[in-house]
Structures are given as structure tokens and as C-alpha cells.
């Protein structure tokens, strides 16, 4: 028995590999259909390219261009409405470190469309239409050109915001012979809680999300916590080349604290 399922899984994957992984999958037991989302008939060859020539998987094929011809034309559409006032506001903005929502402002709203001539957006415009669609995307393509092929260098931490919420930043360095390497913001995601399961798998998603070969990532820097040691040791598993280097900072001021520990401890013996 264990002979025949092989050689089912191994005539599934030759289909696979034959007429392309865009039209089939397998679970090394039945042969699926991704334009006709139906189990396919595989005893045979044969089988399979009669559901091919189709009537059913024809049409199917051709919605399936359709839709996609679509949804590219519709991006263009929607890219091509954006207004380049909107997008240069927006940027200037961000870059100086302006929040949004400073358009609010009438005073401010009132300056902009005096002298510029322009009809001032809305905070919400611009957040929902220019900062995802355009910035980001542009920022990270940048980012990502910038850090292609180099060593690089990586370091995670976490703060809580004003509402009690517990955010992770993920920031990674060009690692330079001679001089400070340029630092980047790549992830800043909010963590249901923090350790060291939640931590390996922001720090493995943020270097997929910049198609960062795992070879180039040579030093992870975190505090000395035990949850960041402990995901440390598991990344390397992944991560080979790479060095764990709990921060000084973060150890100078836990020694700060265990002193003012002690100091107060031995006044409060030296009181009794």
C-alpha cells in the first residue's frame, strides 16, 4: 500500500510540473483545478488533458483573463485620478514630521489655499488615498533599493502607546566598513503579546516583507530580555551567519536600577 500512494503523489506532482502549477494543485492524493475549483480525474493521463480541452475549463480560463484585465485597468484608472498636489501635500507633510491631522486646522487649511490656489484635502483623503497607495509603497521600494545586496544589521523593540496598546518596531541598518550605515523603519505591527513565538515571527516576516536574503542579515542588537534571547537562539537556526548582541544601553540601566535597589535597601537598614 505505501508503494502505490507514492506513486500517486509522484504522478500528481508530474501533472503539477507538466501543465503548470497556475492550473493545478495536489495533496499527494487527489488532482484540483484552480480555473474550475473541482477535483480532477488523474488515473490516467489522458484524464487530465480531456478536462483540459474542456468546454467548462475553456470559459474558465478566459474569466479568469477577463478579471484580471480588469482589476489592472481599474489600478490604472484609480492610480491615474490621484492628484499630484494631494500626493506632494502628503509627502511634505509626513516627511516634516506634520501630522495629518493638522488639516483640520481652518486657519491652516485657510493659509495653504491662499496661497497655493489649490483646493485643500481632507485628512481623511489623504490617509486613505495617497499614504497606502502611493508613499508607502514608493518609501519601500526605496528602502528596499537602498539595502539590496548589503549586510545588514537588525534590532526589535517594543513600546506601549497612550491607550495601553503594546507596538513592535523592527528597524535594520546597513552595516558599513568604514563609516555609520544608513538606518531604516521597515515594520511596526501591534502584538496581541510579546514573546518569543510573536518576536521570531515579526523579525523572519519583516525580512520577507523586504526580500531580504537570510545570509545578509549579519547582527540582531535587543535588549536583555528573556523572551528576545530566547528568539534569538531560534532564529539562528535560520539565520546562520548571524550574531545575538544584547544592547549596552539596555544593560547600563538595568545596573543603574539593581543599584538604586540596593542603595535604598541600605537606607532603609541603616533607618531600622
Known amino acids: 500500500m505505501p508503494k502505490d500512494k507514492l506513486s ?11 501543465f503548470g502549477s497556475d492550473t493545478f494543485s495536489h ?13 480532477v480525474n488523474c488515473e490516467k493521463k489522458i484524464n487530465v488533458t480531456q478536462h483540459l480541452k474542456t468546454d467548462k475549463h475553456t470559459k474558465a480560463i478566459k474569466r479568469k483573463q477577463e478579471e ?18 494631494n500626493k506632494d501635500l502628503c509627502q511634505a507633510l509626513l516627511s516634516a514630521n506634520i ?7 481652518n486657519r491652516f487649511r485657510s493659509f495653504l489655499s491662499t496661497y497655493t490656489g489649490k483646493e485643500i484635502p481632507m485628512e481623511s483623503t489623504l490617509r486613505q488615498g495617497y499614504v497606502d497607495d502611493i508613499l508607502y509603497i514608493e518609501t519601500m521600494e526605496k528602502i528596499k533599493s537602498e539595502i539590496s545586496n548589503k549586510n545588514l544589521w ?10 495601553g496598546r503594546f507596538i513592535t518596531n523592527v528597524i535594520v541598518g546597513i552595516l558599513e566598513v568604514d563609516q555609520p550605515g544608513k538606518i531604516f523603519l521597515i515594520n511596526s505591527e501591534k502584538l496581541g503579546k510579546t514573546n518569543y513565538s510573536t518576536i521570531s515571527k515579526l523579525f ?8 531580504i536574503e537570510r545570509d545578509r542579515v549579519l547582527l540582531f542588537l535587543t535588549d536583555a530580555a528573556p523572551y528576545m534571547i530566547k528568539s534569538a537562539t531560534e532564529l539562528r537556526a535560520l539565520y546562520t551567519k548571524m550574531i545575538h548582541v544584547t544592547c549596552a544601553a539596555h544593560g547600563l540601566h538595568s545596573l543603574i536600577g539593581w543599584q538604586k535597589k540596593l542603595e535604598d535597601i541600605s537606607n532603609q537598614l541603616i533607618k531600622s
Open 8 to 18: 500517486l503523489a509522484r504522478r500528481l506532482r508530474s501533472y503539477v510540473q507538466e
Open 27 to 39: 495533496d499527494s492524493s487527489i488532482l484540483f483545478c484552480k480555473y474550475c475549483e473541482i477535483k
Open 204 to 211: 523572519d516576516d519583516s525580512i520577507q516583507l523586504m526580500g
Open 154 to 163: 537588525l534590532s526589535i523593540d517594543n513600546t506601549s502607546d497612550i491607550e
Open 99 to 105: 501630522p495629518l491631522n493638522k488639516l483640520s486646522n
Open 68 to 85: 484580471s484585465v480588469k482589476s489592472q485597468q481599474k489600478f490604472l484608472t484609480h492610480s491615474s485620478q490621484k492628484s499630484c498636489f
